[in-house]
């Protein structure tokens, strides 16, 4: 395994600075694209101090700057944010499961910033007993990412739903087999298998590994 340095560092947020600092990078984000509609992403959420939550932060090393962020919400202590507008199917239910929401990068960023949010969303995954991640997205350009970044359509092709956590804005539904991605990309030579499993950051969080979590049956609202 080679070893790759950045010039950007992703980390766990453990500060008001950092939570601050990743809503400022969300509000400039998603104003890039929706505008006016985006003013509650400047302030911190409740869920992003939730125990089940984790807010990442990515910093330029040269400056400090926060230049993207993500955050990944556990079913441990209720259901995902997507489960108050879709039923997910049992295989996915009865199992450990998170979401990514405010995956957000400033514009003009370097595609790897997103791309490394996504490795270590993969890892942190991986660690912490996860079998499958859940992501949203509201156009076929970002629908597109993350099928190259490995994630199925849960709904129909060309499907979106509108989601309650999203001001009701129609998005499409991915999901992930955690613990099947990594042989399924070695089968299929995808692209980035090497970057995701045969590449060492060091500019990203280290996560050891913990007991499966088990799952936590939640009553779900369609």
Request: net charge neutral; glycine share 6%; with cysteine.
């Amino acid at each position: 395994m080679r070893t790759l340095s950045l010039n950007f560092e992703v980390h766990i947020a453990t500060t008001e600075v950092d939570l601050i600092d990743a809503c400022e990078v969300r509000e400039k984000a998603y104003g890039h694209h929706l505008g006016d509609a985006v003013t509650s992403f400047a302030t911190v959420e409740a869920l992003d101090r939730a125990p089940d939550t984790i807010v990442l932060v990515c910093r330029d090393k040269a400056c400090g700057q926060a230049i993207g962020t993500a955050r990944i919400q556990a079913n441990t202590a209720g259901p995902l944010l997507v489960e108050r507008s879709v039923i997910l199917p049992h295989h996915i239910a009865a199992h450990a499961r998170a979401e990514v929401t405010r995956l957000a990068v400033l514009p003009g960023t370097d595609p790897l910033v997103k791309l490394c949010l996504m490795k270590a969303i993969y890892l942190y995954c991986a660690a912490h007993g996860i079998d499958w991640l859940v992501i949203c997205a509201r156009s076929e350009p970002l629908a597109r990412n993350y099928r190259r970044l490995g994630f199925k359509d849960f709904l129909a092709p060309g499907q979106m739903v509108p989601l309650a956590h999203a001001g009701h804005i129609p998005h499409f539904v991915f999901t992930m087999d955690i613990q099947g991605t990594r042989a399924e990309w070695l089968r299929n030579g995808h692209r980035l298998h090497a970057f995701m499993f045969e590449v060492m950051h060091p500019d990203l969080p280290r996560f050891h590994p913990e007991p499966r979590r088990l799952a936590v049956s939640h009553r779900q609202v369609a």
